[in-house]
């Protein structure tokens, strides 16, 4: 996979966009409404509605600046259009640890990743060794912890 491309599921674009339209169309409009009326009230150097107005909407502006270059690249790739035994970007891949456990996890975008709900990101160290690999394959992962070891005992793409 090229490192460069930022790679995204559907649901993760939409969850982009959301943030993008609520920051553009609701909070940014009425910070500048805040920051307009303290501006009008005089003295700025000891307004805090004007100095808290202004930071805020520096970083509003740096994170949809942020946004807008990832939707712009966002290289989408929807799991219900996937299929196969061979674990690739979007899949949901159970395994089975060393000790009997079972692990599920879905192979995500850098800006969807979510690792108490079981979405990875396709760069993270355990999605680099799951990726490529096919159903029933033995995978070695190597963690801050140590390595484990896990079996690959289901792909699916939904």
Known sequence: MDTKKNYITPEGLAKLKAEYHELMHVERPKLVEVVA??????????????QYGKRRL??????????TKRIED????????MKG?????????????EE??????????????DPKNGKISWKSPVARALLGKK???????????????VTIENIEFK
Do not use: M
């Not at 520096?58 to 946004?67: M, P, T």
């Not at 966002?74 to 259009?81: C, T, W």
């Not at 159903?135 to 070891?149: N, Q, S, T, Y």
């Open 135 to 149: 159903l029933g394959d033995e995978v070695r992962i190597v963690k801050p912890a140590g390595e484990e070891f």
């Open 58 to 67: 520096r970083e509003i502006d740096k994170r949809v600046h942020f946004l």
């Open 37 to 50: 009326w303290a501006a009008s009230n005089g003295d700025r150097s000891e307004n805090a509605d004007y």
């Open 74 to 81: 966002a290289e989408i790739v929807d799991p219900k259009q």
């Open 100 to 113: 009997g456990d079972e692990l599920i996890y879905q192979i995500v975008g850098e800006d969807e990743f």
């Open 85 to 97: 035994n061979t674990v690739l970007f979007s899949a949901t891949v159970t395994l089975v640890n």
